[in-house]
């Protein structure tokens, strides 16, 4: 008669497996922990410039705008009507540096937290009052029309001459200086965009931007700041910035 074997020997080889199996996983964790600490002690505008905290950002940040940002922007950046491009390096709001980026993932845009963005919103000029914030006069519709070949002549486009001197008139008397400048170049600190390099949000045809004019625009971006770790809020920025055609490596 056969001996009969001991299980003790396959018992311990059972254990060792799993002891090695949570050594490893705890060495994982703590290697994970330790590069999201470098993640957030690291200057944000210089991570892109630094190969192992730029592939660990981008790692985390890419699921992480997958799973929250996707959804309007698009999963390849590229947004729609509404909904900014992230790929082309128009910044409408900062210079698109990963610290602005971040500053608006965490508090948002018009988001309702008191951190967020909401120096400006685009007036409703068809309205008997266009501002809130500020008296600015309501626009009559050939005034509209006017403004819009002015807007249209920015872009390089083709625009009725007269109408486009008329226009001049009017962004004077409407206040568009105050936002956009008296060059119509835009500001950053205040979210104004652009008016003469042919990016256009809403849609570039005659007919948005007269719904612009009239109508107004006032964009929302949520608030992450209860929902995201720092550390995802981080690494997402620096995968928004990733997708511009102009990345920032420095300061």
């Given at each position: 008669?056969?001996?009969?074997?001991?299980?003790k020997?396959?018992r311990?080889?059972?254990?060792?497996?799993?002891?090695?199996g949570?050594?490893?996983?705890?060495?994982?964790t703590?290697r994970?922990?330790?590069?999201?600490?470098?993640?957030?002690r690291?200057d944000?505008?210089?991570?892109?410039?630094?190969?192992?905290?730029?592939?660990?950002?981008?790692?985390?940040?890419?699921g992480?705008?997958?799973?929250?940002?996707?959804?309007?922007?698009?999963?390849?950046?590229?947004?729609?009507?509404?909904?900014?491009?992230?790929?082309?390096a128009?910044?409408?709001?900062?210079?698109?540096?990963?610290?602005e980026?971040?500053?608006?993932?965490?508090?948002?845009?018009r988001?309702g937290?008191?951190?967020?963005?909401?120096?400006?919103?685009?007036?409703?000029?068809?309205?008997v009052?266009?501002?809130?914030?500020?008296?600015?006069?309501s626009?009559?519709?050939?005034?509209?029309?006017?403004?819009?070949?002015?807007?249209?002549?920015?872009?390089?486009r083709?625009?009725?001459?007269?109408?486009v001197?008329r226009?001049r008139?009017v962004?004077?008397?409407?206040?568009?200086?105050?936002?956009?400048?008296?060059?119509?170049?835009?500001?950053?600190?205040?979210?104004a965009?652009?008016?003469?390099?042919a990016i256009t949000?809403?849609?570039?045809?005659?007919?948005?931007?007269?719904?612009?004019v009239?109508?107004?625009?006032?964009?929302?971006?949520?608030?992450?700041a209860g929902?995201?770790?720092?550390?995802?809020?981080?690494?997402?920025?620096?995968?928004?910035?990733?997708?511009?055609?102009?990345?920032?490596?420095?300061?």
């Amino acid at each position: 008669m056969l001996p009969i074997l001991s299980r003790k020997p396959v018992r311990w080889v059972a254990v060792l497996i799993v002891v090695a199996g949570l050594l490893l996983y705890a060495g994982l964790t703590a290697r994970r922990h330790s590069r999201e600490a470098d993640l957030l002690r690291a200057d944000p505008d210089l991570i892109l410039a630094k190969p192992g905290l730029r592939d660990a950002a981008l790692n985390i940040g890419h699921g992480v705008f997958e799973q929250h940002c996707a959804g309007c922007h698009g999963t390849e950046g590229r947004g729609s009507p509404g909904e900014p491009d992230l790929t082309d390096a128009d910044w409408i709001y900062g210079e698109g540096r990963v610290s602005e980026i971040e500053a608006i993932v965490r508090y948002g845009i018009r988001s309702g937290n008191p951190k967020g963005w909401n120096l400006a919103s685009m007036p409703v000029y068809a309205s008997v009052r266009p501002y809130v914030a500020e008296p600015l006069p309501s626009l009559a519709p050939g005034e509209v029309d006017d403004v819009v070949q002015l807007l249209l002549s920015f872009e390089g486009r083709a625009a009725d001459a007269q109408a486009v001197e008329r226009g001049r008139a009017v962004y004077a008397k409407a206040g568009c200086w105050d936002c956009h400048g008296n060059d119509a170049r835009g500001e950053g600190a205040v979210g104004a965009p652009d008016l003469r390099d042919a990016i256009t949000l809403y849609g570039g045809t005659a007919m948005a931007l007269r719904q612009s004019v009239e109508h107004g625009r006032r964009g929302v971006s949520p608030s992450f700041a209860g929902t995201l770790t720092s550390t995802e809020i981080r690494a997402v920025a620096v995968y928004v910035k990733s997708l511009s055609h102009g990345v920032m490596e420095g300061p």
